[in-house]
Nanobody
Framework: QVQLVESGGGLVQAGGSLRLSCAAS????????MAWFRQAQGKERDFVGV????????YYADSVKGRFTISRDNAKNTLYLQMRGLKPEDTAVYYC?????????????????WGQGTQVTVSS
């Protein structure tokens, strides 16, 4: 089992940058593929991107490709989401999620563990 805690959200102007972190508990962080999702108010929780256990595979949603970068530091049990060129439509609660093993899927139903989320608000 793994527990996840996101941080780094906040209010930023359009065009700005923000880096989110997701701290994982336990000693098995390297066993999990990790993903970011986001949920805007009144909408579904959407896939942002995923990184496999060693970071060897990365996939992004088309809406964030070229602007967002996912990385992980396995020594620190931490997942990151670097966001650049932020737009008002990026406003959402951002969640990290984990699934054991090698996995690159984008369905929220396939992830077993979730953090509590961190709010990102982009003003125009």
């Amino acid at each position: 089992q793994v527990q996840l805690v996101e941080s780094g959200g906040g209010l930023v102007q359009a065009g700005g940058s923000l880096r989110l972190s997701c701290a994982a508990s336990g000693r098995t962080f390297t066993s999990y593929s990790m993903a970011w999702f986001r949920q805007a108010q009144g909408k579904e929780r959407d896939f942002v991107g995923v990184i496999t256990q060693s970071g060897g595979s990365l996939y992004y949603a088309d809406s964030v490709k070229g602007r967002f970068t996912i990385s992980r530091d396995n020594a620190k049990n931490t997942l990151y989401l670097q966001m650049r060129g932020l737009k008002p439509e990026d406003t959402a609660v951002y969640y990290c999620a984990a699934r054991r093993g090698y996995f690159t899927g984008s369905s929220r139903n396939d992830y077993d563990y979730w953090g509590q989320g961190t709010q990102v608000t982009v003003s125009s």
